[in-house]
């Protein structure tokens, strides 16, 4: 039986309302009396509700979606009279909203086509900018000049719409001499404007990703931010384009008019997880050597790394973050820096992470500025409106960022980067928009050291053209050398040969598929959250206070700082994640220290006397080079003093300071230095002055 007319498809409508019960509770009856509650002038109906009650019902939503919608409004409402009949008088009208439609009217962006046009659609996709909010005019109250007569017209999308003639001054002979809106009068809507964008991981190679602007009315606004991943329910909808030439023919472009937006949850990561992969994933945890072959299926065409590839896999499953009853955060996103010579499969690294992490994103940091990464605030050319865009960072939210050629970027666009790494969030303020985005992605960056090949003699601060106020705040930091060795060599070209002749030499029963990576990385990210025991408590305690012991003496370099215990805990976390354990036991902690010990003896160390310094990263210099630069520092100054605050030579400056045991290399070295850091002042060449006694 099809329903030909409005008020029959109204009462089944309204049936359906009244008598669908889910465990013996009336679903939307409920829903209906708790709009006065909520303040709400919105149902929400579940499409799979619909089908289960009327099938029919469900047909017409989907051939004739307009006067469902109509019919199920106004069935809304006299179910709202009588439940709540004082707030049905004081809204006036309500909207029904379809959420979970079928997915025969689901669409991908790029296939959205004009025999859409007017069709109810679900299209789901990444937000990328959005407007300020608006208001639109619906019913204007217009007032007469003449005779102050007030009238009410309902307004359209073609522009305000005013009343001709005025009916009072027209039986009184009279012309009107116009009218005038009256806005406190009038009815008005809020009105926002959004951009949805194909999703990163559903984009075709070599293709650019589509958008499409969504519009959204009342209760829909402010309800989804820059980098929310969002499905969209409406209707399609075209607008002619403004014609920048004359006589060009007539071209519209689509939009989507929202009937429902539902923000997806940052822990769903976008994988879809079956009964079936949920029992294979429980299975592959129980295994002793999962650890094993989880390194193992990371970047497999990979010779070796077995220590960065663990971080890898510590970044992919992440720590859990915490928020103290301060309010203040604290993250649980592991960040990883790459340093490495040419050839050592750095980019190949960073290609691989971001197609199997659950939401990963690739940047190369040659192309990429602060707004690229960040968050930008860019006029719309047809109409002039200001929308806040999202970044790559932002986009990554809930994921993995892989910025490669990290030493390439920009110093100024390097800097757009710190709050995004510790504090997560990208804050902005532009064209009179002040916003806070998320940011709650990890960061597994690659760079090549500054003089093209990495020199062991030399600290990473002076290997590396980063800023150290970047270097500091990366959890772990490794250098990829490529130094020439006849085993290892022949062990990686034998490797290579053999997987460009599809002859693996590891056992394809130690690696898992890609897939089935992804799938287990999500499903540990979304159902664990471990717990420090008391044995990881007491281990962590332990190497932290035994580190710090060492720099207790003053002429002893500090370490490890606060900030290597909480890399500590996150990598923790990680590991018993990683088997799917809810409770952090010595083992997983082990293997963070053993991370860290890698870490601080590779990177951490000060070249000169080969011992931990954690100042090496925090500072950029280690305790040694800081007292010889400090003591280059006083040398100038007493010299200076002595010759009456006059410039002195830099020759006698040598001759004075390799008297006290500091070499002319480092002394060259540390003057450049100070010149650049103001300090020191060159007033003619060869002569050398203080700026501040």
């Given amino acids: 039986m099809v329903v030909t007319q409005a008020i029959p498809l109204t009462e089944r409508i309204t049936e359906f309302l009244k008598r669908f019960t889910v465990d013996?509770?009336?679903?939307?009856?409920?829903?209906?009396?708790?709009?006065?509650?909520?303040?709400?002038?919105?149902?929400?109906?579940?499409?799979?509700?619909l089908l289960l009650f009327d099938k029919e019902l469900a047909d017409i939503l989907l051939e004739r979606p307009h006067d469902f919608l109509d019919a199920a409004s106004k069935a809304i409402m006299e179910v709202l009279k009588i439940e709540n009949p004082d707030y049905a008088k004081e809204v006036g009208y309500v909207h029904a909203r379809i959420r979970r439609p079928p997915e025969i009217v689901h669409l991908k962006i790029r296939n959205i086509r004009a025999r859409h046009l007017g069709r109810l659609v679900a299209v789901e996709g990444i937000v990328t900018k959005i407007s300020p909010v608006k208001q639109e005019l619906v019913e204007g109250v217009f007032k007469c000049k003449t005779c102050g007569t007030e009238l009410t017209v309902p307004q359209?999308?073609?522009?305000?719409?005013?009343?001709?003639?005025?009916?009072?001054?027209?039986?009184?002979?009279?012309?009107?001499?116009g009218f005038v809106l009256l806005p406190e009068k009038s009815k008005f809507v809020d009105l926002q404007k959004f951009v949805l964008q194909e999703k990163p991981e559903e984009l075709p190679p070599g293709q650019l990703p589509r958008s499409i602007e969504v519009l959204?009315?009342?209760?829909?606004?402010?309800?989804?931010?820059?980098?929310?991943?969002?499905?969209?329910?409406?209707?399609?909808?075209?607008?002619?384009?403004?014609?920048?030439?004359?006589?060009?023919?007539?071209i519209f472009h689509a939009y989507l008019e929202a009937n429902y937006v539902e923000v997806s949850a940052k822990e769903n990561l976008d994988v879809e997880i079956t009964p079936?992969?949920?029992?294979?994933?429980?299975?592959?945890?129980?295994?002793?050597?999962?650890?094993?072959?989880?390194?193992?299926?990371?970047a497999p065409s990979i010779y070796g790394y077995k220590e960065i590839k663990t971080a890898i896999a510590l970044l992919l499953f992440g720590g859990v973050p915490k928020i103290h009853p301060d309010g203040i955060r604290v993250r649980g996103d592991i960040h990883i820096l790459l340093i490495g010579d040419p050839g050592t499969a750095k980019s190949q690294l960073l290609r691989y992470v971001a197609s199997i992490a659950p939401r990963g994103l690739y940047t190369s940091g040659k192309g990429a500025s602060a707004a690229g990464l960040t968050a930008a605030v860019v006029k719309e050319k047809n109409s002039g409106e200001f929308?806040?865009?999202?970044?790559?960072?932002?986009?990554?939210?809930g994921g993995v960022a892989c910025i490669d050629e990290f030493d390439k970027m920009e110093a100024k666009d390097r800097v757009s980067i710190h709050e995004a790494m510790e504090q997560q969030t990208v804050s902005i303020a532009k064209a009179g928009i002040v916003a806070t985005l998320n940011a709650r992605a990890s960061i597994l960056a690659a760079a090549n050291p500054a003089f093209g090949r990495y020199l062991p003699g030399r600290n990473i601060s002076e290997n590396i053209d980063l800023p150290v106020t970047i270097l500091s705040r990366f959890d772990l930091i490794f250098v990829v050398r490529d130094t020439p060795n006849a085993e290892r060599d022949r062990e990686l070209a034998q490797y290579v040969v053999d997987f460009h002749g599809e002859t693996y030499p590891v056992s394809l029963e130690?690696?898992?598929?890609?897939?089935?990576?992804?799938?287990?990385?999500?499903?540990?990210?979304?159902?664990?959250?471990?717990?420090l025991s008391p044995e990881a408590?007491?281990?962590?305690?332990?190497?932290?206070?035994?580190?710090?012991?060492?720099?207790?003496?003053?002429?002893?370099?500090?370490?490890?700082?606060?900030?290597?215990?909480e890399a500590l805990i996150r990598l923790s976390e990680a590991h018993a994640r990683?088997?799917?354990?809810?409770?952090?036991?010595?083992?997983?902690a082990e293997v963070a220290i053993s991370l860290m010990e890698y870490f601080l003896r590779n990177v951490g160390i000060d070249t000169q006397t080969m011992t931990i310094d954690i100042d090496t990263i925090m500072t950029g210099q280690p305790k040694s080079q800081r007292e010889k630069l400090i003591a280059v520092l006083d040398t100038v100054k007493n010299l200076v003093r002595q010759n009456n605050g006059e410039p002195i030579k830099e020759e006698d400056l040598y001759s004075e300071l390799e008297k006290n045991g500091i070499d002319r290399n480092f002394a060259r070295k540390a003057i450049e230095k100070l010149l650049e850091q103001g300090e020191l002042m060159q007033p003619s060449p060869g002569r050398i002055s203080v700026v501040s006694l």
Wanted: hydrophobic share 35%.
């Fill in 24 to 49: 013996g509770r009336e679903k939307y009856r409920d829903a209906i009396r708790r709009m006065s509650i909520e303040r709400s002038i919105s149902l929400v109906i579940d499409f799979d509700d």
């Fill in 276 to 298: 079936e992969d949920e029992k294979k994933i429980l299975e592959l945890s129980r295994r002793e050597d999962l650890e094993e072959i989880i390194i193992n299926s990371i």
């Fill in 216 to 250: 959204v009315r009342e209760d829909l606004v402010d309800v989804v931010r820059p980098g929310d991943r969002a499905t969209v329910v409406g209707f399609l909808r075209m607008e002619e384009d403004k014609k920048l030439v004359k006589n060009a023919p007539p």
């Fill in 510 to 531: 130690k690696v898992l598929d890609a897939q089935t990576l992804k799938k287990y990385i999500a499903y540990a990210r979304r159902h664990v959250r471990p717990r």
């Fill in 537 to 565: 408590k007491s281990k962590i305690v332990e190497y932290y206070v035994n580190m710090r012991k060492k720099s207790e003496d003053a002429s002893s370099p500090i370490a490890i700082t606060p900030r290597q215990l």
């Fill in 156 to 177: 359209g999308p073609e522009g305000l719409t005013k009343p001709t003639t005025c009916p009072v001054c027209s039986e009184n002979g009279v012309k009107s001499a």
């Fill in 578 to 588: 990683m088997h799917l354990r809810d409770v952090v036991t010595a083992r997983d």
């Fill in 387 to 397: 929308y806040l865009e999202a970044g790559a960072l932002v986009l990554a939210d």
